[in-house]
């Protein structure tokens, strides 16, 4: 079975810095997808970035980049010139290819922004 | 285009008691999930509908959790009798499509405290 790990519960840092947060998985699978969502306080879940297996090019949203190791089978989200709106729980998620998008979730990060 | 809407936004309810859910998917999209997102963890999925069949129950608590979609668009979750480890958000979500390549677009969901 597939498991997500975030190892970091909580994390803060000061607007405008970098911040990377932590996110490792267990599988046996070689086509697969991971995603990280953030959810701020309106628990709304919003899709931050996506990285498909196959692809070895590290994927990129404007201040949010990854750090796709899968031989390490980790996945790391980078922000970058963090602002205060960038506060909210940031979940890292797994799917198998072809699996009808079941969702394996890690536990989540509590990220703060501090002005 | 408007969002996943879910009501109600909060619920409070004494054990014993039932209490429904209410979701209306974005225009169009045929993939519904429920999702059951207790504090502290990420979201588990309950039940996943393509159209108006269910793809996946195997997590939903059949002696007391039901949900249907009838017609193929809104979906109403229903639990009864509840328990006090009912307590949590209950996303609902929606995509286009039953592929990774199609994401998830979440309501705001509902929380649901039980005493």
């Known amino acids: 079975a597939q498991t997500v790990t975030q190892s970091q519960p909580e994390m803060s840092v000061q607007e405008a810095e970098t911040v990377t947060l932590s996110c490792t998985y267990d599988?046996?699978?070689?086509?697969?997808?991971l995603f990280w969502y953030k959810q701020p306080p309106s628990r709304q879940m919003i899709l931050v970035i996506r990285?498909?297996?196959?692809k070895q090019q590290n994927a990129t949203e404007n201040r949010f980049s990854v750090n796709f190791q899968k031989a390490a089978k980790s996945f790391s989200l980078k922000i970058s010139d963090s602002q205060l709106g960038d506060t909210a729980m940031y979940f890292c998620?797994?799917?198998?290819?072809?699996?009808?998008?079941?969702?394996?979730w890690g536990a989540g990060t509590k990220l703060i922004i501090k002005p | 285009e408007a969002g996943v809407a879910q009501s109600p936004r909060y619920k409070i309810i004494e054990k014993r008691q039932s209490v429904a859910f209410w979701c209306n998917p974005i225009?169009?999209?045929?993939?519904l999930y429920w999702y059951q997102q207790i504090l502290g963890q990420g979201p588990k999925l309950l039940i996943q509908?393509?159209?108006?069949?269910?793809?996946?129950d195997s997590q939903l608590p059949k002696d007391r959790f039901s949900a249907e979609r009838l017609k193929g668009v809104d979906s109403t979750l229903k639990i009864q009798p509840a328990k006090l480890e009912d307590s949590a958000v209950y996303l609902c979500?929606?995509?286009?499509?039953?592929?990774?390549?199609?994401?998830?677009?979440f309501g705001n969901g509902t929380r649901l405290t039980v005493t």
């Open positions: 990285q498909e297996a196959y």
């Open positions: 599988t046996s699978e070689n086509n697969y997808y």
């Open positions: 998620a797994f799917m198998k290819r072809g699996s009808n998008y079941q969702l394996i």
């Open positions: 225009s169009g999209h045929a993939t």
């Open positions: 979500a929606s995509s286009i499509l039953l592929r990774g390549n199609s994401p998830l677009h």
């Open positions: 509908f393509q159209n108006n069949g269910v793809v996946d």
